[in-house]
């Protein structure tokens, strides 16, 4: 086992031994089981029927937004809980490098949010199937409706996370750095509206974070490229990564 | 092995243009309890900090075993276990899985033995599977002292680890740290405030005040024999002036002579000796008061004798 494989796990064990991860679980199941609960009275009620593939891409559609803001939040704790803890200094008085200590965080969040939200679509996808109609088709359609629109919205997703992780890193304060994310987050509409049709639109972060557009086959902005827009979001995301590296690196710890 | 554990060399800490730390230097030898002693303020825990890693070092270098702590961080603090101020732990998790995560972070492979061992040093093989926050206080120091023995560190740094600790607390901790420098050869830093403390467990000791290095002494286990253990005692007499003159042309010299107040600094047998001189000079003698000393006094009261043997 590397160094860093280590580490890694030892931030997905302090994760899984805080409350927040099963909670979270568990609330992801009571949404679950009270959608299922009203489709099912619903149908008897003589509403019509939905198809298995439907009502999983519906659901993951509503949950993913909840595990947004809760992947802002963990990506904030991660960082603020060993300060508010003081653990902090056990952690930072051992060979590993500040760096390295700061990206077995980084990574233990994304894997966080992809055991999640996969773990989600799978319960959901398995007890839809069983309790709904499935003759409308079967796992392809799955894919076209939920997997791959997932995986083209992650990239906004984990810009969030990287907002937040690096308010975390600068801030030390919980509250500010999901409220910095979640703002941001919030806020992205409206601030597009102001912008977008700007010049230096396309140097911001915002239309470079959507990539289903691309799969859709209609870019964001007129003329702009998929690597373009790739290039763009990860110098945004670089920006943020060496922002927290810097900063983390150089801190006084109290 | 090199017998120098730990060196400081003139390290120096500056923040926002206060020197917090003034070019102190010291050393640890092998295996020895080293006292690191300073009032309230005087910069111990900032030292500490430096020497760990946790702050930046203004000037100066500090080594361990030989690396230097910034420019070879990995391979320094390889050899370097500490708590710096409390015992910090992960209270949501159980000793035991404290103890793997710190074990995971040193850097080389930790056996289930040794983890074995070490929890039986510190007598914690009956909570290990408790969540750390139903711990004692006592309970937590001891994690916090297995954690950071983990991987057998040559240097142990404990900042204030007595702090809150009750009598029994304090008198068990003493005794661990006692038995791990015969046993096992650690070099173990110890801060205090309380020269009492340091007294009763160090080999040696270094003494900081604002942040400037101020003497370095040998303690001997027999300096803590009542008898030999030199303190301040007033003596209240009706004129200071005619008891100080009274002890002119003896052994004995005030170290000062206020309101009628006259101070000495004596061990025990020789109290009732100078009562006795006062007595026989016709001197009114109202009160005899000991006085418990600053630790600066009686630093500089066991320094002025040269040696304490
Ligand atoms: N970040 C900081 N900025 C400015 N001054 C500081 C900072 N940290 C500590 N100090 C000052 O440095 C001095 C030394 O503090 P330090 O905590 O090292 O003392 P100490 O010897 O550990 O004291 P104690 O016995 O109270 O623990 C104090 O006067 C403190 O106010
Ligand atoms: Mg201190």
Redesign the pocket.
Known sequence: MSYFTALVRNEWMKITSKRQLPYYLIFLLVVLAAAIGFQLWFQSEGGSEVGSVGFTSVIFEITSVFTGIFSIVIASQIITDEFKDGTIKQLLIRPASRTTILMSKLVTIMLVVLFVNLAMMLVTALAAFILFDSSAGGIHLLWEGTILPFFLTLPNELFYIFVAFTAAVLTRSLGLSISIAVILNSLAGMLIMFIFDKPWYKYTVFPHLDWNSYYKGEPPIEGITFGFSFGMYALYMLALLLVSILVFKKR?I? | MNDIVVELQNVTKK??G?T??DQLSFQVKRGEIYGFL????????????MMVGLMSITSGTILIEGHDVVKNRAKAMAHVGAIV?NPELYKFMTGRQNLLHFARMCGKDVSQSRIDEIVKFVELDQVLDKKVQNYSLGMRQRLGIAQALLHQPSILIL??PTNGLDPAGIRELRDYLKRLAREENISILV???LLSEIELMCDRVVV?QN?KYVGEQILDSKHTEEQQVTRSIQFHVEQGEAAAQSLEGTSYQPVQVENNVVTLTLTRDQIPEIVEHFVRHHIKIYEVRSIAETLEDKFLSMTKGGHIQ
Do not use: V
């Open positions: 006084d109290q | 923040i926002r206060k917090l730390i300073g009032p309230n303020g005087a910069g111990k825990t900032t030292t500490i900090r101020e900042d204030e801060s205090s405030h900081i942040g």
